[in-house]
């Protein structure tokens, strides 16, 4: 056993932690006697019980701290300790081989008799009670002080000896008793043997009175100023109360104003762990085999001189516990740098006002040392700056009433001496001989900040006392807060906590911001917005600071040209946190860096701006070869005068998406290497984060989807969830290696270098236990299993490993998630796999891998790195049965997308398929990208070809009446020649859609969001270099014309040979429609249909009348043409095999007459070729309107709009064209068929005459005949036309909405359209800026909302009481009116889909159209796009479907409802796109059947959906229908086989 007075002290409680810890190495099984005292109420042995509650006894169980911790209720400064006799019998009675006496009063302040009491009296009591102990080998250990040497300091060629003070010729018994006494005679010695305070001369006058005694193996421990620990319990703890050095600091941090002394001298410390150690070693030599154990001869130099020799063989030893003069320089610090250190924390931290700090420390730190004061000089300047003090704590002793600041300083009042007590250690170097020679390695400078770091948090718990009306400094210094100890504090001794929610608040962010000594406006700004930011995202951001310190001295021993600051990459927050480090710290000598941003941060409006002020150069990562522009950015910042440039950079270039490190990139490193004339210093920086701000958005393309760009939208989104404390990252630990020299010049070095980055950031990786219960739930392991496999890699533990209350969520379900977390160390294992999955490891772990050994048979580590192997292994299984299936479908060389597509486990992450995708792709050398196959196809040797100038008219295909001027139709796309979307790549590397031309709002107009949404929803990648389509040479075998049947059609058109052509682009254009497949087939000149042997343009009704007696007479086929903007192959041939005729198409657009207009009636008489564009501005220019409008109007003809019974957009005022057309003209195999009137340009407004040629018309199709002319209504242009559009929660809540509008009869909008959400977002990104404000006001998600675009048109009148309605229908469904721009933007979208669907001709857009009644809508709309969806999948095609909806009409009865089908079609030719996309519309339109829906609202029904016909009609009325066809063309010279007549073959 072993007996321990002050227990309860820095240095004690730690002692008796290692005496427990080693008790069995120690022999010391029956555990340790405590002389304690009750003190200020507190019982010893509750005093106990607290220190015993401390984290680092954690190791003794409730039982071990029951039996070995023995509590003696004592006071060793009283007689016999103030123990009863009866207990001193006890305790001699006990096996005690070791005595302990720790207890002291370390005040440099206390009168000459409380010191002797404290300092003297209690040693010679406990080494009494050592004498009387039962076991005469007994040692008494007395902890004194290195400062007992009075006046002397040493030097290092005569270092102060670990001996007795001559007190000559003083008597040290004397001076004991009047200390106790009188006190003159041990006054006059104290002053002549100039000690500085009776501390230090009360312990040394102790020292020669415990000599005496000859009968007790005495040591005397000298330790110089303790500090807190280095290592153990963990670096940096520094007991209950602070210690001396530590004192210091907290005194400074809380009044700057009281003037100290500092000069360059070192600080002669020593860690507590090191004095409790070397006191154990000393104490049990015949224990210990510690290396500090003294030879014979360093014995007896040691030894207490004794007056007899003979009388004991007792030893006696003293030994002083400091570091030797040997020692490096390294292994120390100065006291002005130490008040430095101190000053620069307590402005960070906001304890102490930076210019009030400053200015004390210039007087501090500069002017005292420089007038060399003498003590005495010092003590009376002291005393001048205290008269303030004591001046107005005797006012308040006189009033009646005494403020509480009065209280709180006089109890404080004490401690203001602290500079003048100080002043003897900290203006002069004090020079050792010990046995402890500081390790090499051991930082002084790190050790020096862990000083400074233990007072702020003492500081910071004196705060949290003071707030708890706990304001008594005394009171706060004798308590013990173990049992209140914020797991916060329990951290690295050399770091410090920055920012984040549990930093000290300044008390104003912006006064700190403006008050830094470095940075412009915007930084400053910049750093009051972060510290708001951190504070609301994160619990701690820690930086460990001692990491730091030797940068400056490499810069000024190595004079570079710049620093590179290397931080790793996990987030956008480590740029943020890098700066505001160096903004917070100044006095780390970092300047706020050039940062190496991206270059599409530049995109960001007003943000790219600022992020410029603030230091930041943007390059391109994206590019293969390097940015060019770099290396003069660069040459700009480093010939700046100021010396050296900080810049800084990602070595990993874009962040880790799995938290994994990544393989370097060289680039930047090798354009700053090829600059300058002197060193770079590079500056690795490790940033350890617990959970990740952007976690979700790196999981998520960790994954597999598509990486979102930067915007000023998301980032908004993002700042919305922080305010709500919806980010929650925990703690950040950031650390810095040595920074190492890259030589200019010599760019041979820069991938050893970039490695070498990324090693040296690996090893200061610290896991959390954040990281470990992720790793373990990942894994299936036990927390400990984690724990141990880590401790035996050596991998550093962040501390407080049970702080849970600052951790964020932990998401078990996501695997990915899990994965990430256990990729933030997972390098540490990366040997172990490098025999058995070396592709795993050269993928996750690119570099820097750890120096153990790769075979270690260590239990634990063999778990872990045999369960992320399992993980591998299964990764690879799950993706060879995706590729399995995959060919199995028919897809014998899917890429990489679409296997990962399709391989998907819940065992494994998504993240970690990806990465067995790729290895598969590469090991079974499948192509990687269709694009990469089509691009090979395309490459021809052009070495030797002559380039000629070309032009734009060159590039597109020429076809005859196509248009001319600015109406030039393109062929193989809808559209006009001059309008059509292209795909540009910005500078900065970002994908910009515009479309060309002028003719639409958005032409010229960059759509930046438009390939994303494509990208995202599609789950694919849009490369701007490939395309699948490029012009094709058509060569079409020829025709059945012959030179007999052109010179009979030439006849019939008054041999006009302009208007007859067999020309392959004319015959291929007027064999198609604008179905996908016919798209598909025009651009790769592939055709599976028939096309025409001849097209004709007639001008007259006589010519369409002679074209028909020819094909009667020499048995052709005529299939009109009007725009050719039919989507049911109505236009298409039938086939050799069904109609072996000579087929010709009569295209009408030369007949675009308007024969006659009747204002007073309202009517108009126009010829059927002419387009819907020029019959709406022909009319305009009259006054008047059409009211027809389909999304087509302005190619398709009003001939198409009578044969497939079209219907408008604004239907609800005009009516469909069934309302608007009141007569028809038409050639058929009989003749003219048409109305006759007596007088002229009139027609009926209604009749009661039987079957008029209109309702035979009306869907035929151009199957009875070629309609010529046609009367139809017109009104007069409405008085006003505006906008309206109404964002609503949900599409049922539209759905409601435009169903009660349908009520509303006459009241009706002339249009309404109703978006779901899917093709609202697509509008959105079809827009240059789509403000979402509307959603944040009107409380709706993105994800959710549905968008109705109304058009009024009408009277003034009209408006004002439609939009009545409409507003409070709106309110009624949850609705907000979002204004005319997205109305507008809405119809925007309804002409320009077409031309996006050409432009995504590499992921197809498909349409189809239905009528569907209200009581079906809903549940048409939900089976419909599951059926594609469902239909998608079965087929394992790649990327994903975009399925969107939107009602167009609206009806009493019902709406019409339009599908848009989006997909991906890159197939790597294993099947062909035409024949999906038909099978997945068949299968739709089945379902739309089958669920109360129409075959067709307007689009007809042609050839692609005739097989549908006998579901929709009944036999008696085709066979009927079809024999008034044969009583009509007996011949069958209409024979386009389309609707209802296909079937039915003449």
Request: hydrophobic share 40%; net charge neutral; glycine share 6%.
């Amino acid at each position: 056993m072993a007996i321990l007075s002050g227990s309860t002290g820095f240095i004690g409680s730690l002692l008796l932690r290692n005496l427990l810890l080693n008790r069995k190495a120690l022999s010391l099984d029956g555990g340790v006697v405590l002389l304690v005292r009750s003190k200020k109420g507190v019982s010893s042995h509750e005093r106990v019980k607290r220190i015993l509650s401390n984290s680092m006894f954690d190791f003794l169980s409730a039982t071990d701290k029951e039996s070995l911790v023995h509590v003696v209720e004592a006071d060793v400064t009283l007689p016999n300790c103030g123990m009863e006799s009866s207990l001193i019998l006890s305790i001699r009675e006990r096996n005690i081989s070791h005595v302990f006496h720790c207890a002291a009063a370390v005040s440099f302040s206390q009168p000459l008799e409380e010191a002797a009491l404290s300092n003297i009296t209690s040693s010679l009591q406990m080494q009494l009670l050592t004498k009387s102990l039962r076991n005469g080998d007994a040692k008494f250990v007395h902890v004194s002080t290195a400062f007992v040497h009075g006046g002397e300091t040493g030097t290092k060629d005569a270092p102060l000896p670990e001996s007795l003070y001559s007190l000559d010729p003083y008597d040290p018994v004397e001076i004991y008793k009047s200390m106790l006494a009188t006190q003159s005679y041990a006054s006059a010695a104290m002053k002549d043997l100039r000690f500085p305070n009776t501390y230090t001369f009360s312990k040394c006058v102790c020292e020669h009175l415990l000599q005496r005694e000859q009968h007790v193996d005495t040591i005397i421990i000298r330790p110089s100023i303790v500090g807190p620990a280095a290592c153990e319990p963990f670096e940096g703890w520094s007991g209950e109360r602070p210690s001396t050095v530590v004192a210091a600091a907290c005194l400074y941090l809380k009044f700057p104003y009281i003037m100290w002394s500092f000069g360059k001298e070192k600080v002669p410390f020593i860690p507590v762990d090191v004095v409790c150690r070397y006191i154990i070693s000393q104490s049990f030599q015949e224990n210990c085999s510690d290396d500090t154990v003294d030879t014979d001869e360093e014995k007896k130099e040691a030894r207490i001189p004794s007056t007899n020799e003979n009388e004991s063989n007792c030893l006696q030893i003293i030994k002083t516990v400091s570091w030797d003069v040997a020692s490096p320089d390294s292994s120390s610090f100065s006291w002005i740098s130490y008040a430095f250190a101190i000053v620069h924390l307590g402005a960070v931290c906001g304890h102490v006002n930076r210019v009030i700090a400053y200015a004390g420390l210039l007087v501090s730190a500069k002017i005292f040392p420089k007038l060399n004061l003498s003590l005495e000089s010092f003590r009376r300047i002291h005393s001048i700056l205290k008269v303030p003090i004591n001046g107005f704590l005797d006012l308040c002793d006189r009033l009646p009433w005494k403020p509480k600041s009065a209280g709180k300083l006089k109890s404080l009042s004490p401690l203001f001496d602290l500079p003048l007590l100080f002043f003897p250690f900290s203006n002069q170097n004090f020079h050792f001989k010990s046995d402890l020679v500081a390790p090499d390695n051991f930082d002084g400078e790190r050790y020096m900040f862990s000083c400074v770091v233990a007072a702020h948090r003492f500081i910071q718990k004196y705060e949290k006392r003071l707030k708890s009306h706990k304001s008594n400094l005394r009171k706060y210094a004798n308590e013990s807060f173990s049992s209140n100890v914020s797991p916060a504090l329990n951290r690295h001794s050399c770091s410090l906590v920055i920012a984040g929610d549990k930093h000290s608040k300044p008390t104003s962010d912006l006064l700190w911001a403006c008050t830094q000594p470095k940075g412009n406006l915007f930084i400053r700004f910049g750093g009051w917005l972060l510290a708001k930011l951190f504070r609301m995202t994160a619990a701690e951001i820690e930086i460990d600071i001692a990491s730091f310190t030797s940068l400056a001295r490499q810069i000024s021993a190595s004079n570079p040209d710049s620093v590179i600051i290397a931080p790793t990459h996990r987030s956008y927050y480590d740029f943020l946190i890098i700066s505001y480090i160096c903004f917070v710290l100044p006095e780390l000598g970092i300047d706020i860096p050039h940062i190496a941003a991206a270059s599409e941060f530049s995109n960001l409006p007003f943000l790219g701006w600022i992020a410029a002020s603030m230091n930041a150069f943007f390059i391109k990562r994206d590019e293969k070869k390097r940015d060019l522009r770099l290396k003069e950015k660069l040459s700009c910042i480093l010939s700046k005068k100021q010396k050296p440039s900080f810049l800084e950079v990602f070595v990993e270039g874009k962040r880790s998406r799995n938290r994994s490190f990544v393989k370097p990139k060289t680039g930047f490193l090798r354009c700053v290497s090829e600059l300058g004339d002197n060193p770079h210093l590079v500056l690795p920086i490790t940033i350890n984060y617990e959970a990740l701000p952007d976690q979700s958005s790196l999981i998520s393309e960790a994954s597999g989807n598509r990486r979102e760009n930067m915007s000023l939208s998301k980032l908004c989104c993002w700042m919305y969830r922080v305010f709500c404390g919806e980010v929650n990252i925990g703690r950040v630990y950031i650390s810095a290696s040595k920074a190492f020299e890259m030589t200019p010049h010599d760019s041979n070095k820069v991938d050893k270098i970039s490695q070498t980055i990324l090693s040296r950031q690996q090893e200061r990786i610290v896991v959390s236990g954040y990281h470990i219960r992720a790793a373990s739930c990942a894994l299936g392991v036990s927390e400990s299993e984690v724990v141990d496999s880590l401790g035996h890699l050596n991998c550093a533990l962040w501390p407080s490993l049970d702080t849970r209350t600052l951790h964020p969520p932990i998401n078990e379900s996501s695997q990915d998630f899990l994965w990430s977390c256990l990729m933030h160390f997972g390098h540490v294992f990366a040997p172990f796999l490098e025999s058995t999955h070396k592709a795993w490891v050269t993928i996750l772990f690119p570099a820097g891998s750890q120096s153990h050994s790769a075979t270690n048979n260590v239990k634990e580590v063999n778990t872990i790195v045999s369960k992320i192997a399992h993980k591998f292994d299964t990764a690879e299984e799950v993706v060879e049965k995706a590729v399995i299936r995959l060919r199995s479908k028919g897809f014998s060389t899917p890429t990489a997308e679409h296997i990962f597509q399709y391989a998907h486990s819940d065992e494994v992450p998504m993240s970690l398929i990806r990465i067995a995708v790729k290895m598969t792709v590469e090991k079974c050398s499948l192509n990687k990208s269709s694009s990469n196959a089509i691009a090979s196809s395309r490459k021809v040797d052009s070495s030797q070809q002559q380039v000629n100038p070309l032009f734009s008219s060159q590039l597109n295909i020429g076809s005859r009446n196509r248009g001319s001027g600015d109406s030039v139709e393109s062929f193989g796309s809808w559209g006009f020649e001059d309008s059509r979307f292209v795909l540009n790549t910005l500078p900065n590397g970002s994908n910009v859609v515009i479309m060309k031309g002028g003719r639409y709002s958005i032409s010229g107009k960059p759509l930046t969001k438009l390939v994303g949404f494509i990208e995202k929803e599609l789950n694919m990648k849009i490369d701007p270099n490939s395309e699948s389509f490029q012009g094709v040479d058509f060569s079409l075998p020829d025709g059945k014309l012959t030179a007999e049947d052109t010179v009979r059609i030439l006849t019939a058109i008054d041999d006009d040979t302009s208007r007859l052509s067999t020309v392959a682009e004319d015959r291929a254009r007027h064999g198609t429609g604008h179905t996908q497949d016919d798209i598909y087939s025009l651009r790769s000149g592939s055709f599976r249909t028939r096309l025409p042997d001849a097209v004709v343009w007639p001008r007259s009704v006589s010519e369409v009348q002679a074209l028909a007696s020819l094909a009667t007479t020499y048995n052709w086929c005529i299939i009109p043409f009007g725009g050719g903007t039919n989507v049911t192959h109505s236009t298409h041939c039938p086939s050799s095999t069904v109609d072996p005729r000579l087929m010709v198409s009569v295209d009408m657009k030369l007949m675009k007459n308007v024969l006659w207009v009747n204002e007073e009636d309202g009517l108009a008489h126009v010829e059927a070729g002419i387009t819907g564009r020029d019959l709406i501005e022909r009319m305009r220019r009259l006054g008047f309107t059409i009211g027809h409008e389909p999304d087509s109007y302005e190619f398709s003809t009003l001939g198409g709009w009578i044969a497939t019974k079209a219907s408008g957009m604004k239907q609800n005022k005009y009516g469909n064209i069934e309302d608007i057309v009141k007569e028809v003209t038409v050639v058929s195999a009989k003749g003219i068929m048409s109305h006759k009137h007596k007088a002229n340009k009139v027609s009926y407004g209604r009749s009661s005459a039987g079957i008029e040629p209109k309702a035979l018309m009306l869907g035929s199709e151009g199957c009875l005949g070629v309609i010529t002319s046609a009367v139809i209504k017109i009104w007069p242009l409405a008085e006003e036309i505006s906008h309206e559009s109404v964002l609503f929660p949900s599409f049922d809540a539209g759905l409601r909405f435009v169903k009660d509008l349908s009520n509303q009869r006459t009241l009706k909008p002339a249009s309404c359209r109703l978006l779901d959400n899917e093709q609202f977002r697509l509008g959105q990104a079809m827009t240059e800026n789509s403000p979402k404000m509307g959603f944040y006001l009107g409380n709706l998600s993105e994800k959710t909302v549905a968008c109705a675009t109304i058009t009024f048109e009408g009277s003034a009148a009209e408006l004002r009481f439609q939009k009545k309605i409409i507003c409070e229908l709106s309110a009624a469904h949850g609705g907000i009116l979002a204004g005319s721009r997205v109305s507008k933007s809405g119809y925007d979208l309804t002409f320009a889909i077409a031309y996006l669907r050409d432009f995504a001709m590499n992921y197809n857009i498909l349409g189809f159209e239905t009528f569907v009644p209200w009581s079906k809508l809903r549940t048409v709309v939900e089976r419909t796009k599951r059926t594609i969806l469902s239909e998608h999948k079965s087929r394992a095609l790649p990327g994903l479907p975009f399925v969107c909806s939107r009602i167009t009409q609206i009806y009493d009865e019902g709406a019409c409802v339009y599908f848009y089908f989006c997909m991906a079609v890159n197939f790597n030719g294993a099947l062909d796109p035409r024949d999906v996309f038909g099978e997945i519309e068949a299968s739709a339109r089945r379902e739309i059947l089958n669920n109360g829906g129409s075959l067709s609202h307007h689009h007809g029904i042609g050839k692609l959906r005739s097989s549908f016909v006998p579901e929709i009609y009944s036999d008696g009325y085709l066979d009927s229908i079809n024999a008034v066809k044969t009583a009509l063309d007996p011949v069958n010279v209409f024979g386009a086989r389309n609707g209802v007549f296909a079937g039915k073959p003449c």
